[in-house]
Nanobody, 121 residues
Framework: VQLQASGGGLVQAGGSLRLSCVASGGTFSRLYMAWFRQAPGKEREFVAGISWSGSNTYYLDSAKGRFTISRDNTANTVNLQMNTLKPEDTAVYYC???????????????WGQGTLVTVSS
């Protein structure tokens, strides 16, 4: 499975960004998709995940109410809409894929290249 993420950039605190990820090389509708992030000097952490059908979503506590993950199985795409961004959201964001739900980075088999999100105060 190959993953190509896009949509990062520089935004002021309180602003919004939409990340997108296109998958290829696998049966997208059978993949659990998620976004992780890694801030400078910190460990990689789970941000949001979505089940095969999109009926179940999961979020980091600090992302609840601000971030929304969605998927389009006809376009092999997963998105992360990020609103009310804070400086502490600054990180490289990674699109990931797995066959089952998981939040442990070391157990996730497929990773995209990462896209940088910078939130200025």
């Amino acid at each position: 499975v190959q993953l190509q993420a896009s949509g990062g950039g520089l935004v002021q605190a309180g602003g919004s960004l939409r990340l997108s990820c296109v998958a290829s090389g696998g049966t997208f509708s059978r993949l659990y998709m998620a976004w992780f992030r890694q801030a400078p000097g910190k460990e990689r952490e789970f941000v949001a995940g979505i089940s095969w059908s999109g009926s179940n979503t999961y979020y980091l506590d600090s992302a609840k109410g601000r971030f929304t993950i969605s998927r389009d199985n006809t376009a092999n795409t997963v998105n992360l809409q990020m609103n009310t961004l804070k400086p502490e959201d600054t990180a490289v964001y990674y699109c990931t894929a797995d066959r089952n739900y998981g939040t442990t980075p070391a157990r996730i088999p497929y990773w995209g290249q990462g896209t940088l999100v910078t939130v200025s105060s």
